[in-house]
C-alpha cells in the first residue's frame, strides 16, 4: 500500500511504501507467540514505565527473543499492543496485534518509534475510551488524532512505516507514548486521572502483574 503524507497544503503525496502487516497476519502472531514466554505485566508506578526507553541497538537473537515473549505477554494479557517496558525491559519496541475500524487485523514489530507530524487538516481527533494494560481494568475518553504514522525499524534494523486509522492510530499512538516514559493517564486531566486510578484500585487485574514495592 502506497504512503499518505501530506505536504504544508494537506495535500496527499506519495511517498515510500508501508510495510505489510496484514498478510498472514495469524499465523505471523502465532508463531511469534509459540516460541514466547510470558511475562507478567509492570502497572503504573514502576519506574521502568516512567522514562524514556533505551534506542535499540542490537538487533540479534536477544532482541528476537524478546519480542516473542511480548507477543506471548500481549495474548495472555488480551491486549493489541505491548510496549518493551510493559513487562520490564528498558528497550524502544512494541509489538501489537490489532484490529482497526474496517475490521482488519495488523500484526508487527516496531524498533525505536518515532510518530509523524500531521498537518492541523489532517489532524481530526477521536475521542473514544482507551484503557492499558499497565492501567488494569480502567478506561477514560481521550482525544486522539484518528490517524497515525509511526517510523522506525523492524527486528532486523531495517528501516519501516507503519500507518492506522481510527482505533489502530490509537494503539501505534499508545505505544509510542510508553517507550518515551509517558501512559495515557498522563495526558488526562488530574480529575480524570485521580478516576482512572480509583477504577483500577477496585478492580484486580485479569493477568499476572508485577506488584509495585
Not at 481521550?142 to 512505516?161: E, K
Amino acid at each position: 500500500m502506497a504512503q499518505q503524507v501530506f505536504d504544508q497544503d494537506g495535500e496527499q503525496q506519495v511517498d515510500d511504501e508501508f510495510i505489510d502487516d496484514v498478510t498472514d497476519a495469524d499465523a505471523r502472531e502465532t508463531a511469534y507467540r509459540e516460541r514466547g514466554t510470558s511475562r507478567p505485566i509492570t502497572v503504573v508506578g514502576n519506574p521502568v514505565l516512567h522514562k524514556e526507553c533505551k534506542d535499540v541497538t542490537e538487533f540479534d537473537d536477544e532482541l528476537a527473543k524478546l519480542i516473542d515473549d511480548m507477543f506471548a505477554s500481549q495474548r495472555t494479557a488480551e491486549g493489541v499492543g505491548l510496549a518493551a517496558n510493559q513487562i520490564g525491559v528498558d528497550l524502544k519496541v512494541f509489538v501489537y496485534d490489532c484490529m482497526d475500524d474496517q475490521g482488519v487485523r495488523h500484526v508487527g514489530v516496531v524498533c525505536n518509534p518515532v510518530l509523524d507530524e500531521l498537518p492541523a487538516e489532517r489532524r481530526v481527533l477521536d475521542d473514544s475510551n482507551e484503557g492499558c494494560l499497565s492501567v488494569p481494568g480502567a478506561y477514560a475518553e481521550l482525544a486522539r488524532p484518528d490517524y497515525a504514522v509511526v517510523r522506525g525499524q523492524d527486528a532486523q534494523g531495517n528501516p519501516i512505516a507503519v500507518q492506522g486509522t481510527g482505533y489502530f492510530a490509537r494503539c501505534l499512538q499508545h505505544e509510542t507514548d510508553h517507550l518515551y516514559g509517558y501512559l495515557y493517564i498522563d495526558r488526562l486531566s488530574k480529575r480524570d486521572r485521580k478516576d482512572v486510578l480509583k477504577q483500577m484500585a477496585e478492580r484486580e487485574p485479569r493477568y499476572p502483574v508485577v506488584a509495585n514495592d
